[in-house]
């Protein structure tokens, strides 16, 4: 780069454009996802009332996902722990990631792909919300958390990429299904963050208005 060249008129290694060309290709690769997630706004309204609902008969927030997924459920169980929002009300929720001496346990004994599935069974309880995380679609682990936390009669909420994979088969692992669709998995990352950061805000609009949650709910 020579003095007073316009960074944005270097050219990409491996690239003939600019990497201005660059970063425009980068935000045009996000444009349909976007649009696809905005597309899902009565599904995203949905999945937050039936929360806010299991939140105010006294349930708990459960969320999990492996890998960088892992991360997005601590960042999920967090916010509502411990709202960035000054004055919006903490409401319960644990990451079933934290654990490692849990994990790795169920994982040498009974399998990794129970390691959710097994704590829901001996952790969660009827009245809670299982919030499972999966870039793909196809986390075994992450599916067989759904199932179970269904067959115990959790509400079940599911952030999946793509075509959501496994999420969407015959056994309809759970009651709202959110997609990212993009095969990018950095995309996928993204609009997954921004789904549940609108869950988050949703959940709190209905607190602030409970009557929209129907009679007989509230604590």
């Given at each position: 780069?020579?003095?007073?060249?316009?960074?944005?008129?270097?050219?990409?290694?491996?690239?003939?454009?600019?990497?201005?060309?660059?970063?425009?290709?980068?935000?045009?690769?996000?444009?349909?996802?976007?649009?696809?997630?905005?597309?899902?706004?009565?599904?995203?309204?949905?999945?937050?009332?039936?929360?806010?609902?299991?939140?105010?008969?006294?349930?708990?927030?459960?969320?999990?996902?492996?890998?960088?997924?892992?991360?997005?459920?601590?960042?999920?169980?967090?916010?509502?722990?411990?709202?960035?929002?000054?004055?919006?009300?903490?409401?319960?929720?644990?990451?079933?990631?934290?654990?490692?001496?849990?994990?790795?346990?169920?994982?040498?004994?009974?399998?990794?792909?129970?390691?959710f599935a097994y704590q829901i069974e001996h952790l969660a309880d009827p009245a809670d919300i299982a919030f499972g995380i999966s870039p793909d679609g196809n986390c075994e682990s992450v599916?067989?958390?759904?199932?179970?936390?269904?067959?115990?009669?959790?509400?079940?909420?599911?952030?999946?990429?793509?075509?959501?994979?496994?999420?969407?088969?015959?056994?309809?692992?759970?009651?709202?299904?959110l997609t990212a669709a993009s095969s990018d998995p950095r995309v996928v990352k993204e609009m997954q963050v921004t789904t549940y950061h609108i869950l988050w805000e949703l959940v709190h609009?209905?607190?602030?208005?409970?009557?929209?949650?129907?009679?007989?709910?509230?604590?």
């Open positions: 780069m020579t003095a007073g060249q316009d960074v944005t008129e270097l050219a990409v290694p491996g690239d003939p454009g600019t990497a201005q060309d660059a970063v425009a290709a980068a935000f045009a690769r996000r444009t349909e996802p976007v649009r696809q997630l905005a597309g899902q706004a009565a599904g995203i309204a949905a999945a937050a009332h039936a929360m806010a609902v299991r939140f105010h008969q006294g349930g708990k927030l459960v969320v999990f996902g492996m890998g960088a997924a892992s991360t997005d459920a601590q960042h999920v169980a967090v916010e509502f722990v411990h709202p960035v929002i000054v004055g919006k009300r903490a409401l319960p929720a644990i990451s079933l990631t934290c654990d490692v001496a849990t994990l790795t346990a169920i994982a040498a004994t009974v399998g990794v792909p129970s390691v599916l067989a958390g759904l199932r179970a936390a269904r067959s115990a009669g959790l509400l079940t909420v599911a952030l999946a990429g793509g075509a959501a994979g496994g999420l969407i088969g015959a056994e309809h692992a759970a009651d709202h299904l609009v209905f607190f602030e208005q409970p009557a929209v949650l129907g009679p007989g709910v509230l604590r």
